[in-house]
Nanobody, 120 residues
Framework: VQLQASGGGLVQPGGSLRLSCAPS????????MSWYCQPPGKQREWVAT???????NYADSVKGRFTISRDNAKNMVYLEMNTLKPEDTAVYYC???????????????WGQGTQVTVSS
């Protein structure tokens, strides 16, 4: 399974973007979905996590501005990013723990990353 992340781009401070993450094939379930970011010159950082059973957690730096969600019918995972700040500039990665088949094992997969640049 490959994860295809998209939706990044250049946006002005205060703007919005919606990142998407989709598995490259049909899968049985997504159990845990997360987004991470890697700012320029820094290590990868956790941004948000959502469990299939419900409940989401966010890094303090994005709380109230970012929302992680999913479309069950499409097996798509999103990161809605509002009130963007220059310090949100980073490559964003999706991270899914999923089961490919009903009897399969849970495995973790990473997307290839999508660049978000917040600048005027």
């Amino acid at each position: 399974v490959q994860l295809q992340a998209s939706g990044g781009g250049l946006v002005q401070p205060g703007g919005s973007l919606r990142l998407s993450c989709a598995p490259s094939e049909d899968i049985f379930s997504i159990n845990v979905m997360s987004w991470y970011c890697q700012p320029p010159g820094k290590q990868r950082e956790w941004v948000a996590t959502r469990l299939s059973a419900g409940g989401s957690n966010y890094a303090d730096s994005v709380k109230g501005r970012f929302t992680i969600s999913r479309d069950n019918a499409k097996n798509m995972v999103y990161l809605e990013m509002n009130t963007l700040k220059p310090e949100d500039t980073a490559v964003y990665y999706c991270d899914l723990v999923l089961r490919r088949t009903s009897g399969g094992r849970l495995r973790e997969y990473w997307g290839q990353g999508t660049q978000v640049t917040v600048s005027s």
